[in-house]
């Protein structure tokens, strides 16, 4: 969420409302699913199961800052694995937890500039590392919609039809990123200034630094599809914790649902788009008929919160270093949304983590 030095104000308010819309929508979850909810405590839940689910959930983030970690080594060698871990967990509770914060993209990108890592190239980094995210998702979905065909009804493979083209599209706008089909033809392009030349000359260093890696692509859209994977396992374990299992939908079932679900996350609401995911859960568990995707996905929430809570302990430990960075990320994202990236300004060897 933005903060423009130019409407401080403007960018305070359009926080707080998307604050309030988040808990409404959630307010809303929770008293459509009272009774459900109030079953649920009723009954003594499998502790190991939660704890087994969390470990895998964990498990999965990690592999979430290796991906990271592989993409940054191309541009700046020195960076190493555990920096990379303590900063996706520190972008993790800016993600999740600081409404109206920088986001955690944009405090791992302030590392990389404090590295003195080219700014265009740190932010290509992370932009990358988003595709290849979102990307996984309609892998892990659109190989289940494959493997589901045959007994899938009518609804349901329009469903699969619709992941699959969602899914050759994204292909499709990573070839043309890495092949630069745009700038190729009109050069002119990237010497413009505002937001449309910045994200263009953006996409230019992305596939000058990436379209010579092909298998570190690949690779890295494997480790996002193995981890949404192990974010489904968990989400089914939570799940089995809450319903019993004549009620459950089958795991191949979720592993076509819960992506599409998760792939709401990247709404700009609060939270982790808080109230939203649950909703757009409940509407696609109900075409397996599963009535109660939105209290699903609120047990996995549970999860994604004390995966932020274990966050926090690495935030806390490293406040000093953090708030460095959080002043660098807000100069990051004034000069994103202005469409100018400022010559860097650090001190030689700074290294604030």
Request: glycine letters at 8%.
């Amino acid at each position: 969420m933005s903060k423009s030095s130019k409407h401080p104000y403007l960018a305070k308010a359009v926080n707080v409302a998307l604050v309030l819309l988040a808990f409404g929508l959630l307010g809303g979850v929770i008293w459509q699913n009272r009774e459900e909810i109030r079953e649920v405590f009723s009954r003594k839940l499998d502790l190991r199961v939660i704890v087994l689910a969390f470990a895998i959930y964990m498990f999965g983030l990690l592999l979430t800052f290796t991906r990271w970690f592989f993409l940054v080594r191309v541009i700046e060698p020195r960076f190493r694995w555990r920096d990379a871990v303590l900063l996706g967990y520190i972008g993790n509770v800016f993600n999740l937890v600081i409404p109206g914060a920088v986001g955690g993209d944009l405090i791992k990108a302030a590392y990389l500039v404090r590295m003195k890592i080219n700014k265009t190239q740190a932010v290509a980094s992370m932009v990358l590392d988003r595709i290849l995210g979102l990307m996984g998702l309609f892998v892990l979905a659109g190989i289940s919609g494959a493997i589901a065909w045959p007994l899938a009804g009518t609804v349901i493979r329009r469903l699969i039809v619709i992941v699959w083209a969602f899914l050759g599209l994204s292909f499709l706008g990573l070839l043309a990123i890495f092949g630069q089909a745009l700038t190729r033809r009109y050069p002119a392009l990237l010497e413009g200034h505002g937001r449309i030349a910045l994200l263009l000359r953006e996409l230019s260093a992305l596939s000058s630094t990436y379209r010579r890696k092909p298998g570190l692509v690949a690779g890295a859209l494997a480790l996002a599809s193995t981890n949404h994977a192990l974010s489904v396992v968990a989400f089914y374990l939570v799940s089995r914790t809450i319903f019993p299992l004549t009620q459950l939908p089958s795991l191949g079932q979720h592993f076509l649902m819960v992506p599409l679900t998760l792939f709401t996350t990247a709404v700009p609401i609060p939270f982790g788009a808080l109230g939203l995911t649950e909703r757009v859960s409940k509407q696609l568990f109900q075409l397996v008929d599963h009535p109660h995707g939105d209290l699903a996905m609120m047990g996995f929430r549970v999860l994604m919160y004390a995966g932020a809570l274990v966050s926090a302990c690495f935030y806390l430990a490293n406040l000093k270093q953090v708030r460095g960075l959080s002043d660098t990320a807000e100069h990051l994202e004034e000069e994103l949304l202005e469409g100018e990236l400022a010559p860097e300004e650090t001190k030689d060897g700074e290294v604030p983590v």
